[in-house]
């Protein structure tokens, strides 16, 4: 069975554009939730989707926005991107309860 | 009320002692606590979990002791193996219908001497 698929693995961007970055959940997950990850915050909750609908979010501005689609893949984008939001973006899937199992991430450098 | 505190922050330990990091939360709402597993350049990954139901579990080497009462838990290591290096977080959430959110400790970096 294959784990949850993050791409793209690493990204470059320059302050000021945007990013999507994309997450395929373990196959017959629904939940799928991101998190971002930095030595100075650690890992901090972003949203999570559950069926196409966000139910939860975390408090980030409101640059940081996700989807999902019907398929149970879900999308993260960031808008005009900041040095500080350079990170490992990690996304994680669920059955149904909270065990949740996670990606290899997305490393992102804002330059 | 959210946060959950981990300790130590970096632990060294010889090959085939124990390995003991812990946990504090204040949230009495939290209703799952996992331990997680991270090697560089790799996401976490679940180890172990436990529900305040039950104050011990043990899964191989690794167990979870759990103290309602106290708001604490953590993760032991037995036998610990120079494999075991890496970085451990704890984490706590609770279930609900607005759905689940993981709250993780700043993480332990493990590093076990041959």
């Known amino acids: 069975k294959a784990g949850v698929t993050q791409t793209p693995r690493y990204l470059i961007k320059t302050r000021g554009q945007q990013v999507t970055l994309s997450c395929s959940p373990i196959s017959g997950h629904r939940s799928v939730s991101w998190y971002q990850q930095t030595p100075g915050q650690g890992l901090q909750f972003l949203f999570e989707y559950f069926s196409e609908t966000q139910r939860n979010k975390g408090n980030f501005p409101g640059r940081f926005s996700g989807r999902q689609f019907s398929n149970s893949r879900s999308e993260m984008n960031v808008s005009t991107l900041e040095l500080g939001d350079s990170a490992l973006y990690l996304c994680?899937?669920?059955?149904?309860?909270?065990?949740?199992?996670f990606g290899q991430g997305t490393r992102l450098t804002v330059v | 009320q959210q946060q959950v505190k981990q300790s130590p922050q970096s632990l060294i330990v010889q090959k085939g002692g124990i390995s003991i990091i812990n946990c504090a939360y204040e949230?009495?709402?939290?209703?799952?606590f996992p331990w997680y597993q991270q090697f560089p350049g790799k996401g976490p990954a679940l180890l172990i979990a436990i529900r305040p139901d039950v104050s011990e579990k043990k899964e191989g080497r690794f167990t979870i002791s759990f103290n309602k009462s106290a708001k604490q838990f953590s993760l032991h290591i037995m036998d610990s193996q120079p494999g075991d290096s890496a970085t451990y977080f704890c984490a706590a959430s609770t279930q609900g219908t607005s759905g689940s959110r993981l709250t993780f400790g700043e993480g332990t970096q493990l590093t076990v001497n041959p």
């Open positions: 994680a899937s669920s059955l149904f309860g909270p065990e949740a199992f």
């Open positions: 949230n009495t709402a939290f209703d799952y």
